[in-house]
């Protein structure tokens, strides 16, 4: 193989990158079961009452917010493979694209790398707010 990274540090911070963004995809993941179990467990929830009862929108919208999370966080790795190509000097599209610039593969990378931690910042403050008022009797 022929071809040379053309800034080596690149590749080691892309990859720093990628371990937050496995990180946010497993806490997003675990936290899609955290009201569920918390419900259960420290509400102490009878298991014969259905959590539909229970939950509010807060919880629905916390599990859209989750998921989404997860998604930028497939798609942030998505782009990083085809990052990595431009970076040993390869072609790389993305979706319709045959050659894409660099630069629009970093602007897309740093949206979605944010929007994976925004949505699970956000996922995670409207549970607690759904426990808090749970707790106030709200």
Avoid: H
Avoid at 6 to 18: A, F, M, R, V
Avoid at 33 to 48: C, H, Q, Y
Avoid at 104 to 119: D, G, H, Q
């Amino acid at each position: 193989m022929n071809s040379k990274l053309k800034e080596p540090w690149k590749l080691d911070t892309n990859g720093k990158y990628i371990d937050v963004v496995k990180t946010m995809m497993g806490l997003s993941t675990a936290s899609l079961l955290l009201p569920v179990f918390m419900a259960r467990n420290f509400l102490v929830i009878d298991k014969s009452k259905p959590l539909a009862e229970v939950f509010s929108c807060s919880i629905y919208w916390a599990w859209f917010l989750f998921g989404a999370s997860v998604l930028a966080g497939v798609f942030f790795q998505y782009l990083s493979a085809k990052w990595v190509r431009i970076a040993w000097d390869k072609e790389a599209g993305i979706f319709w694209s045959k050659n894409t610039k660099e630069s629009t593969i970093e602007r897309c990378m740093e949206f979605s790398f944010w929007l994976c931690v925004l949505m699970f910042f956000l996922g995670l403050i409207l549970t607690l707010v759904y426990f808090v008022n749970y707790e106030n009797g709200l």
